[in-house]
């Protein structure tokens, strides 16, 4: 069965880090691209960060830019999202995609999400 599953959310303070996982099972991420999507209560789906199979490269939406970084490590099958600098409008469920093409609101597979709070 091929899963993604999403883990290292929870409560963090203003200007905190939290690092998220991206653990593939059922099949090797090394041919696909990742993307990092969230969802903030009665906002729509946003898209994040991706990061190429092909050559690893990375894009950003302009609201993370500098803050986050999206990698991969291909040996684990896993990917991650580093969240420094929280502030509490980050707050939202956060979940990984993996396409074989490029990252778009209907990638192939998708994790259950992951909640981060950024709170006092």
């Not at 999403?6 to 991206?22: I, K, T």
């Not at 409008?89 to 956060?94: G, I, M, P, S, W």
Request: proline share 2%.
């Amino acid at each position: 069965q091929l899963q993604l599953a999403e883990s290292g959310g929870g409560l963090v303070e203003p200007g905190g880090s939290l690092r998220l996982s991206c653990a593939a099972s059922g099949f090797s991420l090394d041919d696909y691209t990742i993307g990092w999507f969230r969802q903030a209560p009665g906002k729509e789906r946003e898209g994040l960060a991706c990061i190429s199979h092909r050559d690893g490269s990375a894009v950003y939406v302009d609201s993370v830019e500098g803050r986050f970084t999206i990698s991969r490590d291909n040996n684990k099958n896993t990917a991650y999202l580093q969240m420094n600098s929280l502030k509490p409008e980050d707050t939202a469920v956060y979940y990984c995609a993996a396409d074989r093409a490029r990252c778009h609101y209907g990638m192939a597979y998708w994790g259950k999400g992951t909640l981060v709070t950024v709170s006092s």
